[in-house]
């Protein structure tokens, strides 16, 4: 078991940063890479780390789906000059820059045999550090464990853990490349589940501070859902275009779904959820006009996706608070209302823009429940009534956001700016007046975004997202700076309580 733990740890020390070519430059005499075509100068330099077919190694993998979020000129400058606190080097000394830049377009194009990952491979990259049950059932630590937070910490690929009492990390777990989506908890607070985009899906024990074991489920994963009775893991995937079934104890493999329609048209997963009150888990897809659901209690068609047909994919969706209805929102703009019981839609929602309803959260006005959603592309926030779905207000904000969130304890909502000029700066929103109140700017012309608070609501966390980070406190009611926790560029962060409670403030 110490052998494989410190493998791992290795494995995971050489992989971290976006490239790990480094350890791919062996020392030998090589062919003179400025006479090579970028197929051969990426099984020189990159193979040994990226894998001779792209799909990854200890680096990740290199295939245009997991570069589509890196922009033309970040590639190139990887290439040119290596990751900071990585094992990526720079090849600006040893390959031609007009060689580099012919490697990184050649990276952004399909390889020539359509990338595989099947269930054999699935099973094989299966690693179990400590079997279901063998671990002590009681925390290793003082703090307490339903007010801990997790950080997702994207500069150098942590989970960092914080005692939400003391304000203070009391861990940090070194993670696979690129985590991404909310960590989903097992009902108790022990155990969280995370993805990585490159298909990673990781259990820790947070009582023991301990990984518990890993599977890489496909290359290129959306998120994640756990089921609210413990037993299962559900990921999405665009590449394979599948969703894995996982055994929650251990990560062990029970099923794969391949995702396509009647006629066989494959469609990528746009993100799967637990539907703890309906006992399923939902799925939306993002190719093909349907949404799945898969029970997982004890019914006769346990485990068989029902698939519902929509007008529109969906690409990002929020449940309503009885778990009844859904609505969706495409890429390409519009709105639905979806009732899961009868299996077709309701109603269609007046957004613009790109809401982001997986983002959304809901509060009470006025007697009445209302679903608010921040806007990727607009300079709005919706708020959307909950009982007859029509645009109750849209709030004008500084620009377009990711995020927002509450806290039934405050009777505020934050929200960023982070996809315009003023992503240094959140807005406060009267969650009664639907009026900005009040706003904060951790660090000027620095991006800071994501906010999750302390189980009472008294605290509001704030991520200042860049590599000399840090998670700033505020006081949830004064907006005063409380303090500062250095990080290396946390992303989001997920207060236990409010996720195993389902608070209506944060994402669930
Ligand atoms: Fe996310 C959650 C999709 C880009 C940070 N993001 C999610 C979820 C989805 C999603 C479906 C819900 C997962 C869950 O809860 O299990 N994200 C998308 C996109 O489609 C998009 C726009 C483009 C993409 O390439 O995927 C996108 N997301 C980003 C980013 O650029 C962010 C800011 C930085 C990053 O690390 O990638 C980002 N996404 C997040 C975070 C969450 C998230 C922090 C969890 C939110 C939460 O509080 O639960």
């Not at 193979?47 to 792209?54: E, P, S």
């Not at 997982?296 to 007008?311: E, H, M, Q, T």
Request: with cysteine; charged share 20%.
């Amino acid at each position: 078991m110490r052998a494989i733990t410190a493998t791992l740890r290795m494995a995971r020390i050489a992989m971290v940063g976006l490239g790990v070519l480094a350890v791919c430059l062996s020392a030998r005499a090589q062919p003179d890479s400025t006479a090579l075509a970028p197929g051969a100068l990426y099984q020189q330099h990159c193979a040994v780390c990226h894998g001779t077919d792209r799909l990854g190694g200890m680096g990740p993998a290199l295939l245009p789906q997991s570069l589509e979020r890196l922009k033309a000129k970040e590639l190139d400058e990887v290439l040119r000059q290596g990751r900071e606190a990585t094992q990526m080097p720079g090849f600006a000394t040893q390959i031609p820059a007009v060689a580099l830049e012919q490697l990184a377009r050649w990276l952004r194009t399909e390889p020539t045999e359509s990338p595989h990952w099947t269930a054999d491979e699935i099973r094989a990259s299966r690693v179990v550090l400590h079997a279901d049950g063998t671990l002590p059932a009681k925390p290793v630590f003082r703090a307490d464990p339903a007010n801990l937070f997790l950080v997702v910490e994207a500069g150098s690929h942590h989970l960092s853990v914080l005692d939400g009492d003391r304000l203070e990390p009391i861990h940090r777990f070194a993670t696979r490349f690129a985590l991404h989506g909310g960590p989903k908890f097992s009902r108790d607070g022990r155990y969280v589940f995370v993805a990585s985009r490159d298909g990673w899906i990781s259990k820790f024990d947070l009582w023991n501070l301990s990984l518990v074991a890993e599977i890489r489920v496909g290359l290129n994963t959306r998120n994640v859902a756990v089921s609210d009775d413990g037993k299962w893991v559900l990921a999405g995937n665009t590449l394979p275009a599948n969703m894995v079934l996982l055994d929650a104890r251990d990560l062990a493999l029970a099923r794969v779904y391949p995702v396509q329609d009647a006629d066989g048209m494959p469609s990528r997963v746009s993100a799967v959820y637990d539907a703890a009150p309906r006992g399923s888990f939902i799925a939306a897809l993002r190719d093909i006009p349907e949404v799945w659901e898969i029970p997982y209690g004890n019914v006769p068609d346990a485990l068989v996706p029902r698939k519902i047909r929509l007008d529109a994919v969906l690409d990002d969706f929020f449940f309503d608070p009885p778990y009844r209805h859904i609505l969706g929102a495409s890429r390409t703009g519009g709105g639905q209302v979806i009732d899961l019981d009868a299996g077709h839609k309701v109603a269609t929602l007046a957004l613009q823009g790109m809401p982001h309803l997986g983002s959304g959260i809901t509060w009470e006005r006025n007697g009445q429940s209302v679903m608010v959603s921040p806007n990727l592309k607009q300079a709005a926030i919706s708020v959307i009534d909950m009982g007859d779905w029509h645009t109750v207000a849209t709030i004008p904000t500084a620009g377009p956001g990711f995020f927002l969130r509450s806290h039934e304890q405050t009777p505020y909502a934050w929200t960023d700016a982070m996809m315009s000029p003023h992503r240094d700066t959140l807005q406060v929103i009267d969650k009664q007046s639907l009026r900005v109140v009040g706003s904060v700017t951790p660090a000027p012309g620095h991006t800071a975004a994501h906010v999750e608070f302390t189980r009472d609501g008294r605290y509001a966390l704030v991520s200042l997202m860049e590599r000399d980070g840090a998670i700033v406190v505020y006081d949830a009611t004064t907006l005063r700076e409380v303090k500062r926790i250095p990080m290396d560029k946390p992303i989001g962060k997920y207060n236990v309580f409010n996720k195993t409670t389902r608070s209506s403030g944060t994402s669930h």
